[in-house]
């Protein structure tokens, strides 16, 4: 009884914590292990394959991908990607910003993350090389604390 009692009391956190972390950053790092790996084309297939609603083979992909691959042309080798802004709006809507490193410049990834009735899906991912209100709104928010 005593050793059930010890299973229970380690399981039971860990199962908690497991339950805690299904919040959709598991789409946002599998995105950034296809796009490291494969390429940023299969990590937009990816993305638009988490969204009944979205046509990963569709009118969708074509131009998004060719517009990356004209911004990111001359920045040079892919170096990694970090998390600047992670927003809950509600339970089941969130926003994340991620800065995602080239040798010459970074570029700015926003996901729109939405838990329907089956699970987390991708609504939407946007960049821009340019965005210097969020380097604005970051200073700010770092000269404030």
């Known amino acids: 009884m005593k050793k ?9 956190p860990a199962f908690a914590v497991a339950q805690n972390k299904n919040n959709g950053e598991e789409l946002i790092q599998q995105f950034f292990d296809y ?5 940023h084309n299969e990590a937009f297939h990816y993305a638009l394959s988490t969204n009944k609603w979205l046509k990963p083979n569709g009118d969708e992909l074509a131009p998004f991908s060719a517009k990356l691959t004209k911004t990111v042309a001359g920045m040079g080798k892919y170096i990694g990607y970090e998390e600047i802004r992670n927003k809950n709006i509600g339970s ?28 987390w899906e991708i609504a939407n991912v946007s960049f821009d090389a340019k965005f210097e209100r969020e380097i604005d709104e970051a200073s700010r928010v770092s000269l404030n604390n």
Do not use: C
């Open 92 to 119: 089941r809507f969130r926003v994340i910003s991620i800065l995602v490193y080239y040798q010459r410049d970074p570029v700015l990834f926003t996901f729109e993350l939405y838990k329907n009735d089956v699970g």
């Open 4 to 12: 059930t009692l010890i299973w229970i009391a380690i399981l039971l």
């Open 35 to 39: 796009y490291e790996h494969k390429g």
